[in-house]
């Protein structure tokens, strides 16, 4: 059942980023007085086409739905009668020609707006940035953080939730930079505290990096909600409602203190005291030795159950009116097509790792995640994806838009197309670029798949 929602939420995802991107082309070369001749949701044979409008486009829906195309008339694919030379796109001044070409990515970072503005109008809750459990020997212990501190600022910028902050760590782990955090604490006080990124390696940035420096979302309860039945816990004889209160010598307060020790003990016998039905009793657990991401930690099959009251004061309605709304949204989008810019860009110097790209294996899965947490979530999900659609669509690689716009600004420039051998000779290693990236993603999520 759960492979079949992440299919179908896979599906979904698709076929209205493809969508969006491939009506900017088609929307744009009408208005341009362009005809078109086809507009294709993925590739390879039809499976399903209709006819309409005054050129009779035909409108159809391909068998592979990785992608789609929009075909226009273009004497470069065949003959053109005289009568609608006027209507070719390869007859089009250079300037309507890139407003085509753009229109794809563009499509895409607007549904990207739309969405975020819609979500900033409507309101999202979202977790305040209040740290959990903070490991000893991690940079944030070094660093004075402590549980129940919450986040107001990151470098003078205000931060509102968990996801603003991860976002503002990420951009600055990526520049291996200092990041100075004001900080309200238990007492109500604010103090600042730095955290220093200089002596990441680029391999560091494959992990969680919150995990890594020790920075993780406070959860109170330690209340087991989910067992995996056939885990460590469920062997050891815990079930649902069950309250862990000890780990070994270990008084628990919240379930990061419960996962850390976990994590912890791979292989290593724990006793565990926990309250059922009002009644202490014991159990030792095992937990499994999992490699995970390289390094072996300990896994015992649970999940916590909500503190519904506690979670409560966790969260923050984010809402505003239309105008600020909207603001809000052209910068988070515009944040985050810098950051993706910024990231493929480290990964081509080899300043960070090509691990962090992901393929359709590893989009299928988050899409099938965010389903199963809600519309908002998903919404959102689809788009920070039509984000990273419009921004890999705009990168100058031949056979993307971004290759097209390439040509046509040098066009622009020269006052005379791109000679028919430069196309060929870019086509040729496009192609190999593209699929040495689909191969390297694919290979990332085969991967991820087996080693968590």
């Known amino acids: 059942m759960q492979f079949l929602q992440t299919l179908l939420a896979f599906i979904v995802v698709l076929g209205i980023l493809i969508t969006f991107h491939e009506f900017g082309h088609y929307w744009v070369a009408r208005k341009c007085g362009i005809k078109v001749l086809r507009f294709c949701i993925g590739f390879g044979k039809p499976i399903w086409s209709f006819r309409r409008g005054e050129d009779q486009t035909e409108w159809a829906i391909a068998a592979i ?10 004497e470069r694919e065949g003959p053109v009668a005289a ?3 006027d209507r070719a796109f390869n007859r089009q001044p250079v300037l309507k020609r890139i407003l085509v070409v753009a229109a794809g990515p563009v499509a895409n970072l607007l549904l990207a707006v739309v969405l975020f503005w819609g979500l900033f109008m409507v309101g999202v809750p979202e977790f305040k940035p209040v740290l959990g459990d903070v490991p000893l020997n991690t940079p944030a212990a070094s660093a004075g953080f402590k549980m129940g501190e919450e986040i107001v600022t990151i470098n003078g910028e205000s931060v509102e939730t968990w996801q603003d902050v991860r976002l503002a760590v990420m951009n600055k782990a990526v520049d291996r930079a200092e990041v100075t955090f004001e900080v309200r604490t238990a007492q109500h006080g604010r103090v600042m505290r730095v955290l220093d990124f200089s002596s990441f390696g680029k391999t560091d940035l494959d992990k969680d990096v919150m995990q890594l420096v020790g920075l993780s979302l406070v959860r109170h309860t330690t209340v087991l909600g989910l067992i995996d039945p056939k885990g460590e816990a469920a062997k050891a004889g815990l ?21 850390i020790r976990v994590r912890q003990s791979p292989a290593e016998p724990i006793l565990v005291s926990f309250v059922r039905n009002g009644e202490v009793r014991q159990t030792t657990l095992v937990p499994v030795a999992t490699l995970e991401k390289g390094v072996v930690v300990g896994k015992i099959g649970v999940a916590p159950e909500p503190d519904r009251q506690a979670m409560k004061t966790l969260f923050v309605e984010v ?16 944040n985050n097509v810098v950051m993706s810019l910024r990231m493929f860009w480290k990964m081509l110097t080899g300043e960070l790792s090509v691990k962090n790209l992901s393929g359709p294996v590893t989009i299928a899965d988050y899409a099938g995640q965010a389903a199963r947490m809600g519309l908002n979530t998903f919404i959102e999900f689809l788009a920070w994806v039509s984000i990273s659609l419009g921004v890999l669509n705009l990168l100058p690689i031949p056979l993307l838009d971004g290759g097209h716009l390439m040509y046509y600004t040098a066009e622009l420039i020269r006052g005379r197309p791109v000679s028919d051998s430069v196309v060929e000779t870019g086509q040729r290693v496009g192609m190999a670029l593209l699929l040495s990236m689909m191969l390297l993603a694919f290979y990332n999520d085969i991967n991820r798949l087996f080693a968590g």
């Open 239 to 259: 079930k649902v409602g069950d309250r862990i209160v000890q780990m070994g010598d270990q008084q628990l307060k919240s379930w990061d203190q419960l996962v």
């Open 319 to 334: 809402s505003y009116g239309p105008v600020e709304a909207f603001s809000r949204a052209l910068s988070k989008t515009g």
């Open 83 to 85: 009568y609608e030379l």
């Open 65 to 74: 739905p990785l992608g789609g195309y929009v075909k226009m008339l273009d």
